[in-house]
């Protein structure tokens, strides 16, 4: 299953079709008391416009979103909502919001033509939004004597540049310091096969945990 993307940031682009405006907006969110709060930010903004149309994606996966739902605000059903939440889900988007405003210009589309509008619009956005994808990470933990903090600090960040891995604030007690590195699974070996070399054998990588990151495609 390939992993979900995310929006880095809101966008906002424009469609124009037969003279009607589509402006696209491209929210992350986490819950639904946000898309509210958006949603009603949006109608005070373009009062005038004729549709606010919505849909939204709230989940783990694209393919088992808690939250998945759309509006068609007015427009003929399922010319509008249902085709914009299928361009989220296609592109793999979650914890997205995506508003539609419409301003009618004066000619009528028809089903398909607005089928075909809104689904480009959303298609637009996705294409002008920066993403990230949601990865499951490996907490690589590394305990190393006082004295070869220096040394291996050095070490796990050459390794982590070169895999763009991150690293986290090494962590001290009394007799030990703790480095922390975050990788993906497949990488895990790798790192502990560099570890063993600089450190002759001496120091093991540890897997502390998972956790879930959003890294640049």
């Known amino acids: 299953m390939p992993e979900p993307l995310v929006l880095a940031a809101d966008v906002e682009t424009e469609l124009v079709e037969k003279r009607s405006r589509f402006l696209t907006r491209l929210h992350r969110v986490g819950s639904v008391d946000e898309v509210d709060v958006l949603v009603r930010a949006a109608r005070r903004e373009h009062p005038d416009a004729r549709h606010h149309c ?20 007015g427009e003929p059903s399922g010319t509008a909502g249902m085709p914009m939440l299928q361009s989220l889900l296609h592109a793999g988007l979650v914890d997205t919001l995506a508003i539609v405003i419409r301003y009618f210009g004066g000619v009528k589309l028809g089903a398909g033509g607005l089928v075909r509008a809104y689904t480009a619009g959303i298609e ?8 990230l994808r949601r990865t499951e990470l490996v907490v690589a933990e590394l ?4 004295a070869e903090v220096g040394i291996a600090e050095n070490a796990v ?33 790798g790192l502990r096969a560099d570890t063993a070399r600089w450190s002759s054998g001496r120091i093991e990588v540890r897997e502390a945990g998972r956790r879930t990151a959003d890294l640049p495609l």
């Open 143 to 146: 305990e190393v004597p006082l």
């Open 54 to 73: 919505t849909a939204l994606v709230i989940g783990e996966t694209a393919q088992s979103a808690e939250v998945n739902r759309s509006s068609d605000d």
């Open 157 to 189: 960040r050459i390794w982590a540049a070169a895999h763009d891995a991150p690293v986290e604030p090494t962590s001290y007690s009394s007799r030990a310091a703790t480095l922390t590195v975050l990788t993906t699974p497949e990488l895990l070996e």
């Open 124 to 131: 637009q956005a996705v294409t002008a939004a920066t993403l």
